[in-house]
Each structure stands twice: as C-alpha cells, then as structure tokens.
C-alpha cells in the first residue's frame, strides 16, 4: 500500500499569498497518477487537479499540480478568500487507492 | 451533466447490515468505473472500494474486505454498497464517484454522500 504524507498538516496564509502544498508517497505513483482536493465543510470533495497536473472542469489557473515518482505539489499562486479548505492529495495508480491525510490551509 | 446521487444512509446497530445505492444519471454509465469513499466524522478521506465498467471485477480497502460488497446494475444506473457486520469505525459519510474516462478516478465525478451511524 503507498501511504501519501502531506505536509504541513496546517498552513497558515493571508489572502494574495502564494501557497506550496506537498505530498510525499512511501513508493513511486504509477503513472503520476496523481490528484488533488479540496473540501470545505459540510460539502464533498471538489476535485482540482487530477494527473498530476491537469486542472479539473472550471478549476482557475492559480492552482497548479507538478512532481514525480514520489514528490507531489499543489501550488495556489495567489489565494483568494475561497481557497482557504482543506485540500488532500489521492494516488489512483495502484490499488488500494490512497489519500493523504489533509492540510488544512486556513486565513492568518 | 453528471449526477450522482447516494441513498440508503442511516442509524444502524452494530453487526447488522445496511445497503447503500448511488444512482447516476447525465452519462453512459455502463462505460465507466466507479468507487465508493468514505469519510469518518472529522477524518480524512479513505477508499473503500472499486467495482469495473463492466461489474466484471472489484477491489476493496482491507478494512472493510469481506464485510462489504460492491455491485451495479447498468440497466438501471445503479451502483450499490452492501455492508454487512458493520462497526461502530464504519461510521462515515459514503460517497459514490465515478472514474473519468481514461483511469481510476482521474478526472472524476461525486455525489454528495450519504452518513452512516453504527450505534454500539
């Protein structure tokens, strides 16, 4: 099973900051198969890059996904009042299929 | 456009068994994988199980192997959960997504989810 570290476990930013999120995996993601959520309470999870890198349906191009093999990164270039959730990352290139266990991004 | 739509959550005692459905509509759901995720009160996500286009093959989380049973119907667009010997850890929100077209998961799809309770 890969185990998907997220780090930092908060994050802890003022609106127009430029966000770095990193998922760390205990062996190489097959296919970077790599995606990225974010959820705000009481809601589902809203899929944002998925692939590594490919910005989901209607995901703003301030968010974007890089890395390889084991290193993963969600990056929010300028953060809006909206982006502050909790956001995990999700291996899908082997089975059992994982998630990281969240960082929570929130306003300082 | 794509809706998923879980049902079937609720208060249930321990040891006993409760069925949960996923009904899908705006896609040719015969042509697509689909998953059940889970999320305790609080917690993280976690995957529970996976069930092929075809309903042919599946795969479970070891946490629920053998207690849970995933299944479709693609002449309804239907997808199912049957979990049985539940526990009080099952305890979650169950959320049914759909695979996109290339991979598992990729560029997915998810319903809104449906809370559990397993009472001790």
């Known amino acids: 099973e890969i185990v998907l570290t997220q780090s930092p476990g908060t994050l802890s930013l003022s609106p127009g900051e430029r966000a770095t999120l990193s998922c760390r995996a205990s062996?190489?993601?097959?296919?970077?198969?790599l995606a990225w959520y974010q959820q705000k309470p009481g809601q589902a999870p809203r899929l944002l890059i998925y692939?590594?890198?490919r910005r989901a349906t209607g995901i703003p191009d301030r968010f974007g996904g890089s890395g390889s093999g084991t290193d993963f990164t969600l990056t929010i270039s300028r953060l809006e009042p909206e982006d502050f959730a909790v956001y995990y990352c999700?291996?899908?290139?082997?089975?059992?299929?994982?998630f990281g266990q969240g960082t929570r991004l929130e306003i300082k | 456009q794509v809706q998923l739509v879980e049902s079937g959550g609720g208060v249930v005692q321990a040891e006993r068994s409760l069925r949960l459905s996923c009904a899908a509509s705006?896609?040719?759901?015969?042509?697509?994988?689909l998953h059940w995720v889970r999320q305790a009160p609080g917690k993280g996500l976690e995957w529970v199980a996976l069930i092929s286009s075809d309903g042919g093959s599946a795969d479970y989380a070891h946490s629920v192997k053998g207690r849970f049973t995933i299944s479709r119907d693609n002449s309804k667009n239907m997808l199912y959960l049957q979990m049985n010997s539940l526990r009080p850890d099952d305890t979650a929100v169950y959320y049914c997504?759909?695979?996109?077209?290339?991979?598992?998961?990729?560029?997915?799809?998810w319903g809104q989810g449906t809370l559990v309770t397993v009472s001790s």
């Open positions: 997504a759909r695979d996109g077209p290339v991979s598992w998961f990729g560029d997915s799809r």
């Open positions: 999700q291996q899908y290139g082997s089975t059992p299929i994982t």
């Open positions: 692939d590594l890198s």
């Open positions: 062996q190489s993601v097959n296919y970077n198969y």
């Open positions: 705006g896609f040719t759901f015969s042509y697509y994988g």
